[in-house]
Each structure stands twice: as structure tokens, then as C-alpha cells.
């Protein structure tokens, strides 16, 4: 809204355009990394199993067992150097 009220209407943001998604995505992982709320961090199998090197190691019982479990200590961990550079990118568009 702000480009609209400076511009008296006559500026609109399209929100359609990548940079503005990419914004939208960094202004989300923001008030998740500022305003976290405890989750999840500690869960029980019903099968003994061991972590190692952040990977959950289950003993073979004659069955084929698929988990997909995405372990995440915390939302400032996703950020990785290729993010910053798209969300730099966004924030240089955005300013033009």
C-alpha cells in the first residue's frame, strides 16, 4: 500500500511480480525467526532408535519402514547464502 498513498494512486505494487512474492517470503521468515513460538523439538518413536550426525538411525526388524521427517532447529537455519542473494535481488528491485 505504501507506493499507492505516496504516489496519490497514481503507483501500484504488482503483486504477481517474483521480487514482491520473494518479499513476502522474507517478511514470513522474519516474524518466524522474531516471533517464534515454541514447537516440537522432542518426539518419541515406538521403535528404539539412535540419532547420528542429525540423522534418526532405526534398527532393521524385517519390515520396510519409510519416514520423512525434516528436522529443523530452528527458521534462521534455512537461510542460506543463494536466499540472502535473491532476497538482496528482491530488495534492489523493489527500490527501482
Not at 6 to 21: A, H, K, R, V
Not at 69 to 83: A, F, N, P, R, Y
Amino acid at each position: 500500500m505504501l507506493p499507492s498513498i505516496l504516489s496519490e494512486g497514481s503507483l501500484i505494487i504488482n503483486q504477481e511480480q517474483s521480487s514482491f512474492i520473494t518479499l513476502e517470503e522474507l517478511i514470513t521468515l522474519r516474524n518466524k525467526i522474531l516471533h517464534n513460538k515454541d514447537s516440537l523439538k522432542v518426539t518419541e518413536l515406538p521403535i528404539k532408535s539412535e540419532v547420528v550426525d542429525g540423522q534418526i538411525i532405526l534398527p532393521y526388524v524385517g519390515e520396510n519402514l519409510e519416514l520423512n521427517i525434516k528436522l529443523c532447529t530452528s527458521h534462521i537455519d534455512s537461510l542460506s547464502q543463494e536466499l540472502c542473494i535473491r532476497f538482496g535481488e528482491a530488495m534492489g528491485d523493489f527500490k527501482k
